[in-house]
Nanobody
Framework: QVQLVESGGGLVRTGDSLRLSCAVSGRAVSRFGVGWFRQAPGKERERVGATNWSGTETYYAASAKDRFTISPDNAQNTVYLQINSLKPEDAAVYYC???????????????WGQGTQVTVSS
């Protein structure tokens, strides 16, 4: 089993930056890739990006390439999601997941965290 705990969400203003954390624990953590997802009210969950633990393979959704950065910290078993220049449309519950990161960039999720809420005021 793998457990994931997100943190770092909150109320921010348009234009601010925010760093979310995903702490990963459990068995064979290093075997899994970690992905970040978000779900806004009334919308489907969408993938932001995913990475392996070495950071040598990191993939982003097309909509996330400019302002989002995913970075793993092996020593802390934590994966960060940096969001810059926040916009109101970035408001969502952000989730991280552990799963299989394929060479094509496709990510198959196996375990999920509980999510952290990001609210953006205009």
């Amino acid at each position: 089993q793998v457990q994931l705990v997100e943190s770092g969400g909150g109320l921010v203003r348009t234009g601010d930056s925010l760093r979310l954390s995903c702490a990963v624990s459990g068995r064979a953590v290093s075997r899994f890739g970690v992905g970040w997802f978000r779900q806004a009210p009334g919308k489907e969950r969408e993938r932001v990006g995913a990475t392996n633990w070495s950071g040598t393979e990191t993939y982003y959704a097309a909509s996330a390439k400019d302002r989002f950065t995913i970075s793993p910290d092996n020593a802390q078993n934590t994966v960060y999601l940096q969001i810059n220049s926040l916009k109101p449309e970035d408001a969502a519950v952000y989730y991280c997941a552990a799963g299989v990161l394929l060479e094509t960039g496709r990510f198959v999720s196996n375990y999920w965290g509980q999510g952290t809420q990001v609210t953006v005021s205009s």
